[in-house]
C-alpha cells in the first residue's frame, strides 16, 4: 500500500534525526550548513537530508520518495527545536515543495503522528 510505502520513507528521516540530535546534544549549532545524514535510498527512498534552521536551535530532515506516482518527489519533514534541557524536540509533517521535494505529499498517505 502506498501507507507502508510512505511508513519507509519516515523510517529513512528517523535516521537523520537521530543524528542531528547527537550532534545538538554534543554543542553543534543546528543551523550549521556543514550538518549531514547518510542518505537511506531504497526502492521508495530518493534521498534524506538536513536543511539548517534559521537559527542556532532549529533544523529539519527532510526525505523524499519514489518509486511509486503517488510519493515520487514528495517528502516528509521532520523540524527539529532544540530545547533549554538539550534534547532535540521533533514535529513531523508534510515537507514543503522545495530542493528535492517536487509535490505535496497528500495528508491522507501520513501517520497520524504527521499530520
Not at 19 to 39: K, R, W, Y
Not at 86 to 98: F, I, M
Amino acid at each position: 500500500t502506498v501507507r507502508a510505502k510512505v511508513s519507509e520513507i519516515i523510517l529513512a528521516g528517523s535516521s537523520g534525526k537521530v543524528a542531528i540530535s547527537e550532534a545538538a546534544q554534543a554543542g553543534t549549532p543546528m543551523d550549521n550548513a556543514s550538518l549531514t545524514v547518510e542518505t537511506q535510498a531504497s526502492k521508495y527512498v530518493e534521498a534524506v537530508y538536513y536543511v539548517p534552521g534559521a537559527d542556532a536551535s532549529h533544523g529539519a530532515v527532510v526525505a523524499v520518495g519514489k518509486g511509486d506516482s503517488k510519493i515520487e518527489g514528495a517528502g516528509v519533514q521532520f523540524a527539529g527545536v532544540l530545547q533549554n534541557n538539550g534534547q532535540v524536540e521533533w514535529t513531523c509533517s508534510a515537507a514543503p515543495v522545495a530542493g528535492s521535494v517536487t509535490k505535496a505529499m497528500e495528508a491522507k498517505y501520513l501517520p497520524a503522528s504527521c499530520k
